[in-house]
């Protein structure tokens, strides 16, 4: 029966196929709109005037609190009730970045308050302004502790795509969740999804990991 | 959609919304025991002499690292019937979050116990302290201190990953909103709810990490 199966299984591969190029999609669309509304907020949340900084904090915390399956259930289920018709698709890309950008938001405010204070004097008493400090002084040196983080959040948000599988988007996790109802060998099905999974995600993390080492030596050996 | 919101259909639902607040609280603690268990077993493990025993628990901490909790879910839920083992729900879930939620917790662990700085267990083993006696007075009071905060973010962390239990028709808080939006067609009514539930657990662990590392750090300075 195993061999049979396989066959299927192998039959049924440009299905997955299709499956991940649909999580390819949804995460790198919600990577690029998360990453640039993460920074905005992060940069505001580290400086910026006490209620924007207020009301950022407030949203990260409701976005870290819950799930984000309820959350997703939120933007798909209510916002039509509210007279925003959504597609699955276009929802799931809009929770999925909403999520994204709470947790950048945080990574990035977290690596410019670690830029030493006597940068940002001494770059004030050069003259610079505000968009040359953050330009060529802040960001610069925040980076350093902001990307090691920023990548291993990205495969978080590889991992939290299988997640939009339960409002109908046909991605990986779903087209394993279509295929195992046909061949009933969930270990196998359930072994490629996971596969597939893998193939984005580990070399993700293992930049991840290099990122922390590198970063580590260059600012031992400032 | 708010001026609509209907509190008298969420307190009708509250007995439900209750019993499930509880189903979430048992199946989170009971994962969360599993999980600091699996992960104290795989961080020795990693950290053996032995080649064949580390690489064993690296390849559970990698694959569990990069594939997403969903299809682990799945995996064991539609993979164990055909292994024959037929289990209820709650135990798939409870095995499939103890398994994922232990990878983490085990990569937490060696990350305290190698930031220890090892002229310390040197000291230890200069001092006549057993191996246990080191593990006990030198090496895990240390550990702990230094980890709590990313333990109890892994704790926040899986409660909100329970959520995920609700897609295989486990009675807990996503499911009561899923519950309340089909019977009613309230999903405002019901998702929101179940967020403020979660709300209340995400705010009393972040409250508890907070108190517990200004106390530490008090213990630290007497």
Known sequence: MWGFYFNELLHSLPFFLKGLWMTVAVSGLSLIAGSVIGFVCGIIRASGNKILRFIIGAWVDLIRGTPFLVQIFIIFFILPSAGIELEAFPAAVIALTNLTASFICEIVAGGILAVPSGQREAATASGLSAYQQLRYIILPQAMRTIMPPLVGQYVLLVKDSSVVSAIGVVDITRVGWLTVQRIPEGLMVFGLVGLLYFVICYPLINLSNFLERRMAVTSTRL | MLETFNFRVIWEYMPLYLKCFQATLWLSAVSLLGAILVGIIACAMRLSQSRVISRIAGIYIESIRSTPLLAQLYFFYF??????????????????????????????????????????????????????????????????????????GQAIVLVKDSSLLSLISIAELTRAGQLLTSDRFMPAEGFLTTAAFYLIIYYMLKGFSTWSEKRLIFREAH
Do not use: C, D, H, K
Request: glycine share 12%; proline share 7%.
């Open chain 2, 79 to 152: 993979g164990l019937p055909s292994l024959g083992l037929m289990l209820p729900e709650w135990v798939t879930g409870v095995i499939a979050l103890t398994l994922n939620s232990g990878a983490y917790y085990a990569e937490i662990i060696r990350a305290g116990i190698q930031a220890i700085p090892y002229g310390q267990i040197e000291a230890g083993i200069s001092s006549g302290l057993s191996y246990f006696q080191r593990m006990r007075y030198i090496i895990l009071p240390q550990a702990l201190g230094m980890t709590i905060r990313p333990m109890l």
